[in-house]
């Protein structure tokens, strides 16, 4: 009984896999070797890592943004957030930065998590390098707090290709992209 | 066969599981938001429709997944909501499109949408967002507001520009015979060289040499431009909007309101591009272009003030 209880398990495990194999959602999540396993328990409640990576970076050797702010709300009232960088990369595909923790305190079931790219930022492509605009709005999303305790994060993934516009002068970036828990 | 059906067991269990798991639909949804078709437009005629596209498509390769909101928080508040509304079962390959057609009044109100964005700027850079099980998509456009451009001018008479003067020392020659030009603190112009010397200095440098400051530098931009004008009015008798506008110039150009002088700047060399085409009076002979004699002849007269901007 033992074995098929076992048996069980082990396909439902390997079903789960199958149904979001291959994407890169999961990828994300596989990539990450610091990753905690889920939030932190702290004085100030569960710890949650806000992250940022890029994908479909595919000719860019350097793509730096500027974080200007981070805003984490909680029925509008404002939560702590510790931001942990102010300019990320995001041409590496492989790995997603650590850009800020907030602390989400117990009962809590919906967050809404602000995140202000801000002023300039620069890239650099084998054809040239350039400025990128990232004084656009913020991009925001709401995530139930029982599927970020899943990973202890939310992975903001910008979709590179989609997200810059070339004006010329220098580059526009308009967030496309998904946020991941 | 008891192998077989034991695998067969463990299928059907295998099956009950991930669909009492409720992840047989997955849960990765892409979106693509356009405006008029772009992801970046500028409106600068009103009443402008900006006609938004949402696109939403499943990409997981092998399973449907589902879309549970669908939010645009500026657009929201216009009467914006996506149709079909959520829940929707999004097919593998398959994709949903929802439209809405925000008309915007003036350029006043399309500011008052930008800043709704969270920047306060005069973009509208509003987020589409989708959400959906484990996660969220997000997509954006930009709508840029800018003012109407004024009606073009009717041309009654002509205007010429700096560049027109500069080289031509007969026209300047006929402007200052018909009097002195008062520039405030720049000087009163009576001389060719004088009125040369406004036109080919440098605003960066003072003829002396040093760096202009910035009250002088603004002043002696200005300075040239309403050179320009006032011989504009005299030999062809143009008047620029408003009619006061060249008074003001020199008005300013007696303070010290960097602010209020570089406000004019432009201004007053619109003025003297404003009908640059069009033909000059019959009778006036402007005479040739010959920059490098006028160059020649001209002598700066201006000098550093010692005063600086302020408030």
Known sequence: ?181 | MRMMLKQQWVAAACAAVVGGSGVANAHDLICEKTVNGASVVVADDYPYTANYSFRVENVHPTLPSVLLTATDDVLSSEGFSFVPAPPVIIPVNGSVTSNFALQIGSYEECVALAAQDGLADNHIDNTFRVTFDLGSAMCSARLTCEREEPPPVECTSATRTLDFFSTRILSLTQCLALGALNLGPIGTIVTLPAAEGILWGSPAMYPAGGVRSQLDRLRFLLARQTLVGVCNQRLFGSTPTPPSLLTAAVAALNTTDCDLISSLIDPVDGFNNQCDSYPLPANFIPGPATPHAAQAIAVDPTSNSGQSCSP
């Open chain 1, 1 to 181: 009984m033992k074995k098929i209880m076992l048996s069980t398990c082990v396909c439902a495990a390997l079903a789960l896999t199958a149904c979001g194999g291959g994407t890169d959602r999961l990828d994300s999540v596989q990539d990450e070797p610091t990753a905690p396993a889920g939030p932190v328990q702290t004085e100030d409640g569960r710890r949650f890592e806000l992250r940022l990576r890029g994908s479909a970076a595919e000719g860019y050797d350097k793509l730096e943004l500027p974080i200007g702010a981070v805003r984490v709300t909680a029925n509008g009232a404002p939560l702590k957030v510790e931001l942990a960088n102010d300019r990320v990369d995001v041409a590496r595909a492989d790995h997603a930065h650590l850009v800020a923790y907030f602390y989400v305190p117990e009962g809590v079931e919906r967050v809404r998590v602000t995140f202000q790219l801000e002023g300039l930022g620069g890239y650099a492509r084998a054809e040239g390098s350039g400025f990128v605009d990232a004084s656009v709005a913020p991009v925001t999303f709401e995530a139930p707090v029982h599927e970020l305790a899943l990973r202890g994060r939310a992975v903001v993934q910008l979709d590179v290709a989609r997200s810059l516009v070339d004006l010329g002068s220098h580059r526009l970036l308009l967030p496309n992209g998904v946020v991941n828990y």
